[in-house]
Nanobody, 123 residues
């Protein structure tokens, strides 16, 4: 099995920055793609960003393009989400996800999910 643990969430003001981390452990299959999703109460979980195995291909939701940056350090089995210029509408629980494939896209099927970390942006 694969375990994913997110960290780095918190309460910030609009315009501030946060960096989320997601560390994978267990049977990670050698090569895997990863992504970030978020969810607010009463809404469906939505795609935020994805990154393939070697970091050479990334995807972003239109709502975060230019403000968020996804990256990964395979030596540490860790993925990051640098979030700049945060807005109140970015408030959500952020989840990391993993799929045992080199490729990760917005519409990929992710088999493993973390427990989530809360990000709250005040106006």
């Amino acid at each position: 099995q694969v375990q994913l643990v997110e960290s780095g969430g918190g309460l910030v003001q609009a315009g501030d920055s946060l960096r989320l981390s997601c560390t994978a452990s267990g049977r990670t299959f050698g090569y895997y793609g990863m992504g970030w999703f978020r969810q607010t109460p009463g809404k469906e979980r939505e795609f935020v960003a994805a990154i393939n195995w070697d970091g050479g291909r990334t995807y972003y939701a239109d709502s975060v393009e230019g403000r968020f940056t996804i990256s990964r350090d395979n030596a540490k089995n860790t993925m990051y989400l640098q979030m700049n210029s945060l807005k109140p509408e970015d408030t959500a629980v952020y989840y990391c996800a993993l799929r045992p494939s080199i490729v990760a896209t917005p519409t990929s099927n992710y088999q493993y999910w973390g427990q989530g970390t809360q990000v709250t942006v005040s106006s």
